[in-house]
């Protein structure tokens, strides 16, 4: 049984009539194509389900039908952009108390990545340009580091404490992600993803435990992240789409972050995967990933990578 309603929907592409039709069980695949062949109105459908599956999802997207889970939005639009959410709760950083949180946003934690890894006294002027910001935010950034006993980078031990303070209370790279699954090692798994990736000029980076695996080894990765410029179907390389966490291989991430992107200045980072030249996203945003990873080692190699940060970190500065 099905309930029928025309709705208006607003997106950045502008406003987009829709028959909406409301499910109370999913149509099976052969339900929809009958569905699909029955409707001659020049209306878009979109479908409101509870949730759909691999099969359902795969005959969903063949025909360019819109819809809307408890778990994901997609809608096809007539210029052939198709506008693809996950509407789980976001992988970013956990509830907390908000007086714990210096900011709000993501543009102080912008700020803040580049005070760890750039030499102290920048510019105000150079760090709003590399941290994608205006001067001012930067000047307010740089009072209230001074405020909570920050001296905004001058010394080791306050590099630390920066990086803990972005660590503990970044709110992620939001955007939109999806996760995805494959049979094969997360590192080749994550190697195929990146070439289809290039193929698609995505510009990507790798990230997660396989991007951590390559610049301070630990233990053997169980899952990779993947940032791009504009969602890809990984299904089209054989890849399965999974909004569970604990068996996804690898997140594909369309950030809203401009700075999980290494600064202008410094080409990004590049390693060979399964065979794969990759370039890296900014280390601390391997960082970020490998603290949210469902991994048993995960506590431990995040410790040991965000070490290896700080080392390199050091040693970069004493040869600038």
Avoid at 199 to 228: K, Q
Wanted: hydrophobic share 40%; no cysteine; net charge negative.
């Amino acid at each position: 049984m099905r309930l029928t309603q025309a709705v208006v929907l607003g997106t950045p592409h502008g406003p987009i009539t829709v028959e909406a039709k409301r499910y109370r069980r999913a149509p099976s695949p052969s339900e929809l194509r009958s569905l699909i062949a029955h409707h001659h109105d020049r209306t878009k459908l979109l479908l409101i389900i509870d949730a759909v599956n691999d099969n359902l999802r795969t005959v969903l997207f063949e025909h360019r039908v819109s819809y809307v889970t408890t778990e994901e939005l997609a809608l096809f639009l007539d210029d052939g952009t198709v506008i693809h959410e996950d509407l789980t709760p976001a992988r970013d950083s956990p509830p907390r108390d908000a007086a714990d949180v210096p900011w709000r946003g993501r543009s102080a934690f912008q700020v803040l990545r580049r005070l760890i890894d750039n030499p102290p006294g920048q510019p105000q002027t150079v760090l709003a340009r590399d941290a994608h910001v205006s001067q001012p935010r930067v000047s307010q950034v740089l009072k209230t580091l001074h405020e909570l006993g920050f001296a905004a980078g001058a010394n080791q031990n306050d590099r630390t404490g920066l990086l803990e303070l972005w660590l503990a209370h970044y709110p992620g790279p939001g955007g939109v992600s999806t996760r995805w699954y494959g049979r094969d090692p997360v590192d080749q798994v994550a190697s195929a993803a990146y070439e289809h990736a290039v193929a698609a000029d995505a510009a990507p980076l790798m990230s997660g435990e396989s991007a951590a695996d390559l610049i301070a080894p630990y233990a053997r990765p169980t899952s990779a992240a993947l940032y791009v410029e504009a969602h890809i179907d990984l299904s089209a390389i054989g890849l399965v789409r999974t909004p569970d966490p604990k068996i996804a291989t690898l997140e594909l991430v369309v950030p809203e972050d401009p700075t999980v992107r290494p600064q202008a200045d410094r080409p990004p980072t590049t390693a060979t995967l399964s065979g794969q030249k990759v370039e890296l996203a900014d280390p601390l945003q391997i960082l970020w990933d490998v603290a949210r990873s469902t991994g048993i080692d995960a506590p431990q190699q995040v410790e040991h990578l965000r070490l290896h940060l700080l080392d390199e970190v050091a040693q970069g500065l004493e040869l600038a």
